[in-house]
């Protein structure tokens, strides 16, 4: 079976490779440090940003800041996304069905759980889990298609 947006197998291990190493990250600057990285203090290009409480809103510029959370979140992003779009071994309906499954429920999952933190998490709290929800849709698809994968192999 023809699929379009499949990555080669190989990027796989790359895929897991960047999310190990984002999850590394995160564990060390927010349960170890509980604070961002020091030495990934830095200038960097912005479209629109501004310092943090410091009320100046920068229009493609440069800004000082920390970029622990845009490397945790960018390596999470490519390596999730490498992980969930690379061809398997053997490639077939059966695979691209699980895929579908799987798809379908993470998307399912994820909104049902959005729509009861919406009801249920209010002030600062809920700020962190719209930050969390921008993952949690990845997480669940690879999740559901590597537990089917593994269920239907046995």
């Not at 559901?144 to 046995?154: S, V, Y």
């Amino acid at each position: 079976m023809e699929t379009k947006f499949l990555l080669p197998h190989s990027c796989k291990k790359i895929g897991w490779t960047l999310l190990a190493i984002s999850v590394v990250i995160w564990i060390y600057a927010v349960i170890v440090l509980q604070d961002d990285i020091p030495f990934l203090e830095m200038n960097v290009f912005t479209l629109v940003g501004s310092a943090f409480l410091k009320g100046e809103t920068s229009y493609f510029g440069f800004i000082e800041t920390n970029i622990t959370s845009t490397l945790m979140g960018s390596l999470f992003l490519i390596g999730g996304l490498l992980v969930a779009f690379s061809r398997e071994k053997i490639e077939d309906e059966f695979i691209s069905k699980l895929r579908l499954q799987s798809f379908q429920w993470s998307f399912l999952i994820n909104y049902v759980l959005l729509l009861l933190l919406f009801l249920f998490v209010y002030g600062m709290e809920f700020y962190y889990v719209m930050v969390y929800n921008m993952f949690t849709m990845l997480i669940l698809f690879i999740l559901r298609f590597h537990f089917l994968l593994r269920q239907n192999k046995e």
